[in-house]
């Protein structure tokens, strides 16, 4: 079978450029679409392992941990090492799920020819239909991550704060995984956009405001985007509305997001609801 170089880099930077697009949509992740290019120019350049003998096994992988490193790095910039790794080890489960789709689409379509070489997956089609069942199993991914959300909403808790005599009332999603707590008293924090919750705060807290505000604490946090530091403050009152009623939540903080969204507006923890 007769390779194309410049079909295999066109295809491959389409679809890692798809694949880092939906990794920034899932990790909500912010990032500017040139570092998304520059991602999905690195993942191409990764494929021309295709170019050399076959490899060991262990060989093959590590080029690819070191591309998928390489990737992530340029489409989302300097992270901490874990948040990093954590971006990585997610785009390699994606890159599994679009591959094993489109190989499954084109394996019903009964393609004429399809060689994997070290790895890389070369299909002998045209550059545009092969795009195209890689945008097919990116939509249904896509889809999928979408229901997933709408099922938790379904779920979702109302997040009430009070401060200075306002109140708002913020939807709020259980998230298994916010275990954040203000390092000084050892209590738990709420994570809220600060649109949601801004009704209560001075334009201190706005995104270009001192950290921390007049009356706030910095708290430290990890996630699979990177981490870095939230302004917090506590409420005069935080009260968790739900399906089972109203649960008031004493001595914890409610951290200030200027990332997680107005569709969220709120996540809690476990923790949280051990505290009253």
């Known amino acids: 079978m007769v ?20 990794l920034a949509r899932i990790g909500r992740t912010p990032c500017r679409g040139w570092r ?3 991602g999905g120019g ?14 060991p096994v262990i060989p093959s992988l590590l080029v690819k941990g070191v591309t998928a490193l390489a990737m992530t790095a340029a489409a989302f910039g300097p992270r901490p090492v874990k948040g990093w790794l954590k971006q990585t080890g ?52 896509a889809l999928a991550g979408r229901y997933v959300r709408r099922k938790r909403r379904r779920g979702a808790l109302t997040l009430l704060v009070e401060k200075g005599g306002r109140r708002v009332a913020i939807p709020a999603l259980y998230d298994t995984g916010n275990r954040l707590t203000e390092p ?3 209590m738990p924090a709420a994570v809220v956009d600060y649109g949601a919750v801004a009704p209560l705060l001075t334009p201190d807290w706005g995104p270009g405001g001192p950290l921390p505000p ?19 403050f506590r409420p005069d009152s935080l009260t968790l509305a739900g399906e089972e009623g109203e649960r008031g ?28």
């Open 184 to 186: 000084f008293s050892g």
């Open 214 to 232: 007049p009356g706030g604490r910095l708290i430290p946090f990890s996630s699979v985007g990177g981490g870095g530091m939230l302004a917090a």
């Open 90 to 141: 997610l785009l390699f489960l994606l890159s599994a799920g679009a591959a094993g789709a489109a190989v499954a689409l084109w394996w019903l379509a009964a393609p004429p020819g399809l060689a994997v070489v070290n790895g890389v997956v070369y299909f002998d089609v045209s550059p545009v239909a092969l795009i195209l069942s890689v945008a097919v199993a990116y939509g249904a991914m």
């Open 42 to 55: 690195v993942g191409a350049a990764g494929c021309l392992i295709v170019l050399l003998p076959d490899l």
């Open 249 to 276: 939540v004493t001595g914890a903080w409610v951290a200030v997001s200027h990332r997680l969204g107005p569709e969220t507006g709120a996540l809690v923890g476990p923790d949280l609801f051990g505290k009253e």
């Open 3 to 22: 390779l194309y170089l410049d079909v295999l880099l066109a295809v491959n930077w389409v679809i890692d450029f798809l694949l880092l697009h939906l």
């Open 36 to 38: 998304l290019v520059a």
